[in-house]
């Protein structure tokens, strides 16, 4: 199905990236903007949070939790603060879908956060920015004061006040750890903390910033709300995936559309929107353009590193947030697709996650820590030819196991760690082999 009516880039001129402008907040108020926020003020906050579960918006960051679930879990106002954190830490390799929300069509994820604040009863909001979006803080930090002085937000909002004081939203830097989009490593960042993951419960839910009930969205999810409260939740679910018959219905479906990345050797590399449920060849095609001269698909990691690999045989694979269980992998992630073609190396690919993910880790966890370095060592010296079969079975053990047994670890770095690994391994075999296979004379060399 065409995607004759996009959700998150109706503003957006489309075309490359690099070619967009950005909307201001005269811009977008010009076509429509803040409306679905006026309509938010006038209804019961309850009722907001009723229509975001009838949508099943699934959290757009990755782990794809349904959002309106998330945000009917705070306890009842106290009288005392409540936030959001906003997770802009877009630090998955190869994803950069938040950064061009944030660069093109900053006030639609600010409408979006003005909204859940005021159905969550949540009165200050913080914007955790990625430390390297040097660029996109000053975007977003001047549109954040542009929703100031337009009454979004401070004395005169327009939302009055919440919890009995004056809403505000604020943008904090980062400082460059991909472990900190994890949300409680991000709150501990938040807090001016070393930035790593706590234990749960309690979940931020009930205690989060600063120890008081705290939303945790992506970017792409909260830019998704202003369409869902001014269109209606059954006009959201004409797009994407609907739930397969027989399935209960309190399993969340694929529905909307979704931000996709495409980077590596296509001929038009990009940030597009399509319906969830698209192929990863449609995707290649249609938005990509399809593979450079030359160049033939391989393989490819669909939602960023952490969810593991699509193989050679899995090139019309389906989109959605069901794909892990057809595809044999951790889930659909962030949707930003990295083609690899044939002439790469997946012994070297598997080499560079593990060699990321022993760099990244916070050090709490043992599986972890020590598991992904070891796996970087034993996948250097495979890479470098000095491997034996025995580093190979050790190496298909050890991302058989990391993060295999919930509770662990603290967080999922080791899962991640793992599926990148472990479905390389798995569909890409014959390269390990080929890579020790060959015996090495060890001593002096014969005369």
């Known amino acids: 199905m065409a995607l004759d009516t996009p959700i998150l880039?109706?503003?957006?001129?489309?075309?490359?990236?690099?070619?967009?402008?950005?909307?201001?907040?005269?811009?977008?108020?010009?076509?429509?903007?803040?409306?679905?926020?006026?309509?938010?003020?006038?209804?019961?906050?309850?009722?907001?949070?009723?229509?975001?579960?009838?949508?099943?918006?699934?959290?757009?960051?990755?782990?794809?939790?349904?959002?309106?679930?998330?945000w009917s879990f705070l306890p009842p106002p106290d009288g005392g603060h409540r936030f959001l954190a906003v997770n802009a830490d877009e630090s998955e390799p190869a994803t950069f879908k938040d950064q061009l929300?944030?660069?093109?069509?900053p006030h639609m994820m600010i409408e979006g956060i003005a909204i859940c604040m005021k159905a969550c009863h949540l009165d200050t909001a913080y914007v955790y920015i990625r430390g390297e979006y040097h660029h996109h803080r000053v975007t977003l930090e001047k549109a954040v004061q542009e929703a100031w002085d337009n009454g979004i937000f401070g004395e005169k909002s327009r939302m009055g006040q919440i919890n009995g004081r004056t809403p505000r939203l604020f943008v904090q830097r980062g400082a460059g750890a991909y472990i900190c989009g994890e949300e409680t490593a991000l709150l501990e960042s938040l807090e001016g903390k070393r930035g790593w993951p706590r234990n749960k419960p309690p979940f931020p839910a009930v205690s989060g910033a600063?120890?008081?009930p705290t939303v945790i969205n992506n970017v792409e999810t909260l830019a998704t709300v202003p369409a869902i409260i001014e269109n209606g939740a059954a006009w959201f679910k004409t797009h994407g995936v609907a739930r397969p018959e027989g399935v209960p219905p309190q399993v969340p479906a694929s529905y909307g559309t979704k931000l996709y990345g495409i980077s590596g050797p296509v001929n038009n590399p990009g940030v597009f929107e399509d319906h969830l449920g698209i192929k990863l060849s449609a995707l290649i095609g249609q938005h990509g353009k399809g593979m450079r001269a030359g160049k033939q698909f391989k393989a490819a990691f669909h939602g960023g590193i952490s969810m593991g690999v699509l193989g050679t045989d899995q090139y019309d694979a389906v989109l959605d947030f069901d794909i892990g269980k057809r595809c044999g992998v951790l889930g659909l992630g962030t949707a930003c697709v990295t083609v690899i073609p044939q002439d790469v190396s997946m012994v070297a690919?598997?080499?560079?996650?593990?060699?990321?993910?022993?760099?990244?880790?916070?050090?709490?966890?043992?599986?972890?820590?020590?598991g992904s370095n070891w796996a970087y060592k034993l996948l250097s010296r495979i890479e470098a030819g000095e491997g034996t079969t025995a580093d190979l079975d050790l190496l298909s053990e050890l991302a058989g196991?990391?993060?295999?047994?919930?509770?662990?670890?603290?967080?999922?770095?080791?899962?991640?760690?793992?599926?990148?690994?472990?479905?390389?391994?798995?569909?890409?075999?014959?390269?390990?082999?080929?890579k020790v296979a060959k015996p090495r004379f060890v001593g002096l060399a014969l005369r």
């Not at 929300?101 to 069509?105: F, S, V």
Request: aromatic share 10%.
């Open 9 to 70: 880039m109706k503003r957006i001129p489309q075309g490359n990236v690099a070619n967009r402008q950005t909307v201001w907040y005269d811009g977008y108020v010009a076509t429509g903007g803040y409306a679905a926020l006026d309509k938010a003020i006038a209804m019961e906050p309850s009722k907001i949070i009723d229509e975001m579960k009838a949508s099943e918006l699934r959290g757009r960051g990755g782990a794809g939790f349904p959002a309106g679930m998330k």
């Open 101 to 105: 929300l944030i660069n093109t069509d």
């Open 210 to 212: 600063f120890a008081r």
């Open 349 to 370: 690919m598997a080499r560079n996650c593990a060699r990321f993910y022993s760099h990244e880790s916070c050090g709490q966890c043992t599986p972890c820590r020590e």
């Open 401 to 434: 196991s990391m993060g295999s047994m919930p509770g662990s670890t603290i967080c999922g770095l080791a899962d991640g760690t793992s599926w990148a690994i472990r479905t390389i391994l798995q569909k890409f075999w014959n390269e390990f082999e080929d």
